[in-house]
């Protein structure tokens, strides 16, 4: 039986984005852009990704940053690569699935693919 139920709320993007990051910290390919290169203050940086999701998927507008800069600033420390965009898209897109399925679910890992590919091309172009 099938139970899993969509994106609803910002619970649901908590626990989303909680779960990513979980995995992205332990994640052998990309993880030391988080916790070396960057290291990322997850007390800061999560309600960030609550709220730069919650602005995507119900459009309550409590996103002001400029994530192509910060990725700019991370890519000057220690260069990434295509190979570490697609990671990341397919570390998200597992994490959705394994969590929530229904339109939003969809929407979500269309928006992430979307914008991986923009600020791909915009870090490693310049
Ligand atoms: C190789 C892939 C990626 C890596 C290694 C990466 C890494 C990082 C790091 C290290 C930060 C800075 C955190 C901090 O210093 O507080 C950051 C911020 C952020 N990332 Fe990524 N990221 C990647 C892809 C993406 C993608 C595909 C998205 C969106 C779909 C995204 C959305 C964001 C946002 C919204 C921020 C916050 C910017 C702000 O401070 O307003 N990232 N990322």
């Known amino acids: 039986m099938n139970n899993k139920t969509d994106i609803a709320n910002r619970d649901d993007i908590i626990l989303l984005v909680n779960t990513f990051y979980d995995k992205i910290k332990k994640d052998d390919?990309?993880?030391?852009?988080?916790?070396?290169?960057?290291?990322?203050?997850?007390?800061?940086?999560?309600?960030?990704?609550?709220?730069?999701?919650?602005?995507i998927l119900f459009y309550t507008g409590n996103y002001s940053g400029n994530p192509m800069q910060a990725h700019k600033k991370v890519h000057n420390l220690s260069p990434m690569n295509?190979?570490?965009?697609?990671?990341?898209?397919?570390?998200?897109?597992?994490?959705?699935?394994?969590?929530?399925?229904?339109?939003?679910?969809e929407e979500i890992k269309e928006r992430a693919t979307n914008i991986a590919q923009v600020m791909m091309f915009k870090t490693l172009s310049h």
């Not at 997850?42 to 709220?51: D, V």
């Open 29 to 55: 390919v990309i993880g030391h852009f988080f916790t070396d290169v960057a290291k990322v203050d997850w007390n800061k940086h999560l309600p960030i990704m609550y709220n730069f999701w919650e602005n």
């Open 82 to 105: 295509q190979k570490d965009f697609n990671h990341w898209v397919k570390v998200f897109t597992k994490t959705v699935d394994e969590l929530f399925e229904g339109k939003k679910a």
